[in-house]
């Protein structure tokens, strides 16, 4: 009972980071129908980011307080991430934007390919763990519950927290602002929209922006919660938060969140208590994966697809 | 679907506009430019500007020396050696690329330095040695490419390498073909020298191979034996990464920690690439071990120790040497962690001592990690044995045989201790330490031989 | 207060970048411009040409370096020896020596297609000169290598990029002309021996290439990397030259007239290879990876190329295939104890691939595009984390199956030497012969099927699924057939890949493997046959000759894949259908169904709302 409460909680942690990177994955793909290989590596990179921010860019008085070394961390990730998510879009993928469906895919494979290499050349010894300092409240939380107890970290409170709220302001924003509804026309219908005013650049754009910036605060509580990361980090999380998107049904904010969780969940508790135990993990995931683009494409929160004319 | 021919360019006319931003941008350039003066001045500021940061890039010029990775400018400090005969080739195979190469760089580095020094002290004489680096990607295929490389070269006389155990399985049998002694500095797995059946029908397959590490079934049971002798652990969880070396060692350690009466009580498996391990902790910390024993590397040693601790599972963790590195503790290692190393303590050891200082003096841009010293041994005692070779007569193909022979003979202190090897081509060097972790750094605790 | 040392390493790489970004500028400013001032000028050409001719003379002879690169003297004789040694210029020098005293004597010849030519001049004498001061100053440690520094100048770099911009503009001059329509119908007696001397030449031009920057002996000398990068593109500028003049254009023409002949020479050809300097043990090895990459690459082709479905996990039949092919073999680990000959234990290779090909394959029938993607690479890491998971014991798991034993036949060991009445053929030269058999069968499969109903079925398929399914095809059969072959082909290569290698792991497998079989394919130009032979040699030679710059290698693969996409999606050799339909409208929907950004998806934009 102990163990499968640890296991859920933990699950739930893990789950709430991969859903804040599903977000950036599920909003690029309803806006532009492009699966953002690369938005994984966008995560990857924000952590080193982050971890560069607190390194070089503040006083070792900011080092000392967590308060500004976090503030700091999220800056610098958020900034690292975003001014990536903008470059690609410009650079990458706006060019491509008529091409063929493979062109820009694969071009999403050769930037993250790209970017992990860059942070590889720029921290010597990335590739193995780098430690990133917790600046955080550090205080775990135990419960007794019957048959043992259950511990949740601060961090990995505070993981979860965010993941929910930044999905209902993100929701509410796109819902209720004028960006947001230019976001939702564009997405519907670029041309009308354009019609109607609003420039999809602009706001194709805007929703890199958003996605990037949260992956980097993504970027930011996961090295702040795990106090590691390599460059690895980015592959696996990816691609576990493209099947959170997909599993919620890709465009839903709701479904990538409950999405993200529901990975987190099997991962752990999956870990467990499936067959395999934790060699296998990763094939329950994406077994799941499979399961629901065969039974459901739509995903769990989506509208099914209407057959074209 | 409309055609137009001759044109092949795969970029559509911004027909409705949604390629408004560098598209039109280049156009009102261009009408500009037929208009006249405007663009001009904008080429004017440009060319100031342009040549402002070109001045102060040039600022940054160094121009003698520069950066080629190091150790490449030994030609320059032979003073007085007599090299005259030929440039000999020592190869290295190991990741210089990908997620493997801070280690594939480290064993580089560590070579070049051996070689470097040899010729400095003239280790051979008549001859220049030179490194020669091939990178494996770390998969065999591409290890066998390098190995054929090096291997259809006469002046190559062994090779140090491989990092991945799966990659020297596909090195072998080509070095062999062409008598090339191979050391390598980190395969761990003992089939590699005693065939399958290592433990009771041990049969060299390789007679070129030869390891400076020690092998998994020296390791694992000295851990087991301090851990469940000597720590009075008796329940332990069992944590691998699934990789040659971590499930090797860990296997190795199973069979003497359940002989010497431990109760393995939990086996579980991280992937490669994790850095969340709060599943494995869980389903660990269910059936209350008192200690676990990690088959892997500090990477994702460090970060599990530290997560175990924080998820209330405050036990120690122990590891092989490829945890017993000063980035475990910084990674989360806690205090009471455990890890064996091979040899004596470093600082009861001179020659180590030596090393790591001597590295530390090149600068390189890799650190040492965790196979660098076993390397620079490697090349050590390949030098060391070329030197005897070449005693009896100039080098030539024909003599790597006895290169091999000399190989196999060699005996001499090194960075990690005595440099000798059985008649498998194993290190006889089984002398082991454990180091414990104690305020914030690896401290030696007992030093030993298993079954001694 | 001390301020933490990250800013000015900021500053410093802002105003670096910014540079750059201004210099690009300035070259497209200065492009467009000269563009806009010659296009009505036809009569620069020939000026121009002279100019740009004469600058490269003189950037070849010039001094190069300021001083010694720390590796020894690059350029060779890098110092002005004209006076010394006339012929003495060697190395990339003497490229641009070439190419400077082809764009003079071509400004008097009359030739058709004058600016194809120049164009292809002004590239490669760019290509060359970019390349190498770059790498001069790069390696030098600063702009002063190639300009000036401690009282020594050198000028050749910039006045070498000076004449190609001008040759380059000799192009822009006037309109570009039609590429020369040349006859093709021409009798065998023309026909043979041209076809025979331009395979030959093709085969001496790639033993060239393959030991260019090698000494005698096989050891790679200083600087290989860039000697080699110098000869590819003197090499690309000639062939583009060729392109240029229709010339490449009629001998496709005519070896497609004279196809039995064609094939015949080339497969002589490559069996030829090993004759030629290149017959080297190393090279044989290479080039036998090379056909195991190629030949699983034409498999992956007919599924993206023709089926248009994208897969990422492609390596996994591979390797099922040289799991199956070691288990059957007689290495120790092996599962079974029986030991099949090689080509039963091939065919069953390739028979248990396409089994899981038809599996893997399976959920097309209902997932599409880019679902389909991310699908087939969770195949892909399924089976390596059941290969490194010992499934079934079938696999050795972390251990691999190692000691695979080499091919033998008739008592030859297909991993030793071989002596043919006393011609010594380098040792791997059975396994280089048995890969070019495997990737000729490959080829015919692939040609056959493709030109076949079942290949005009996937073409159907890959334009237009709805449509496709609309006029009767079996759209599911269809895809599953795909993904069958496809393995099949792949689990062929795969029985030779384990005996080559000798150890089947599970590190042999990884994603990225998978990539570079997809970048393989579109490099060389999907649906292409010879197009994914290139891309396969392309992936595999180029990492192995640029072994300078191995800290890049992945760096730049990506790089190469955006840049690809952006500039030359068709590949280096488009496939003809796949040509014409580029050539058609700038735009096909080909690989899925699903349509660009101006149409909505249901499911997908109007979800955002929710």
Redesign the interface.
Known sequence: M??LL??LI??L??GGQIALIALGYT?V?????L?NFAHGEVFMVSVFGAL??Y?????ESWQQTWPLALLAMLVGAVVVAVVLAVLME?F?Y??????????????A??????????V??SF??A???V?VPRAFWDE?I?FKVPGG?V?I?STGLLVIVVAIVGAVLLQVY??RSRMGRA??AT?????TA?LMGVD??RTIVLTFVIGGALAGVAGVLYGVH????????G??TG?FA??AA?LG???????AVIGGFIIGVI??VG??YLP????????WI??L??LV???R???L??????V?A | MTTSQSVTTFRRNPPTGMRAGFGMLTRIVRTKAEKGHHVRNQTVKAAVLVASALLLAACGTNKTESGSSGGNNSSNTQQGCDQSKDTLVIGVIAPQSGGLSALGLGIRNSAELAVEQANEKCAVPGYKLKVQTEDDQATPQVGAQAATRLSSNAKVIGVIGTLNSSVAQSVQPVLQAKKIVQVSPANTSPSLTRGDDFLNNPKRKYDNYFRVCATDDVQGPFAAKYLVGKAGKKSIAIITDGKTYGEGLASEFKKQAEKDGAKIVATEKVGEKDTDFSTVINAVRGANPDAIYYGGEYPQAGPLSKQAKDLGLNVPVMGGDGVYDPKFIELGGKEGDLATSVGAPVDSLDTAKAFVDAYKAKKYKDELGAYGAFSYDAANVIIGALAQTVKSGDWSESQRAALITNVGSFSAPGATGELKFDQYGDSTNKLMTVYKVSGGKWNPDETGTFGG | MNIPPGWAWLGQALLIIAGIILVIWLCRLGERRGTAYLADRPAYLRPLALLGGVLALLSALLPWVTFELNDGVYPELSTLQFFDEPWGVTGFRGFILLLGLASIVLAFVPIPAKRRVYRAIGLALFGITLFNTGFIIYYGGGIGAATAADGVVAFGGLVGLVAAAVVWFAHRSGPLEQVPLWNSKVSRAVAYPVLLLAFIALLLVVAMLLRAGTTADGDSRAYAGPIFLSLLFFISGVILALNGLGFTKWLTDVSDKHRLWSVVVLLGCSIALPFTEAGTDYWMTIAVNIGVYAATAIGLNIVVGLAGLLDLGYIAFLGIGAYVAANFSEASAAAFGIKLPFLAAAIVAAVVAGVFGAIVGSPTLRVRGDYLAIVTLAFGEIFRKAAQNDIGGLTGGANAIPDIPPISAFGQSFSAPLEIGGVKLPSGVLYYILVVVLVAVVMLVFANLKDSRIGRAWIAIREDEDAARAMGIKTGQAKILAFLIGATLAGLAGAVFAHKTSTVAYDSFQFIESVTLLAAVILGGMASIPGAVLGSALLIVLPEKLRDFQDLRLFLFGLALVLIMRFRPQGLIPDRHRRAELADEGVVEAPSQEHNVADSTPGGGAAVTR
């Not at chain 1, 793909?29 to 129908?33: A, F, S």
């Not at chain 1, 390194?55 to 006083?59: K, L, Q, S």
């Not at chain 1, 494979?109 to 860059?118: C, D, F, H, P, T």
């Not at chain 1, 395999?276 to 094939?283: I, P, R, S």
Request: aromatic share 8%; net charge positive.
């Open positions: 102990a163990t640890q296991q933990s699950g942690v893990l909003m793909y309803g806006i532009i129908q699966i560069a921010t390194n070089w860019f503040i006083p410009r990458a706006r060019p491509l934007r008529n091409a063929p469906r493979l062109a820009p895919l694969i071009t494979l050769g930037v993250s390919v790209m970017l992990k290499e860059i590889r050349l010597p010894g590739t193995a763990a430690h775990p135990t107890t511990v970290g796109i819902s976001m939702r997405a519907q219908d670029p041309d354009r999809p650049n795990l106090n590691n990361v390599d460059t690895d980090a592959f696996l691609i493209f099947t997909v049904g890709v465009g839903s904010i709701k479904g991962k752990t870990g467990q395999g135990g934790t060699a296998y993990d990763l094939v994406f077994v994966l499979i683009l065969v039974f494409p739509q995903g929160f989506g509208e099914p697809e209407r074209r």
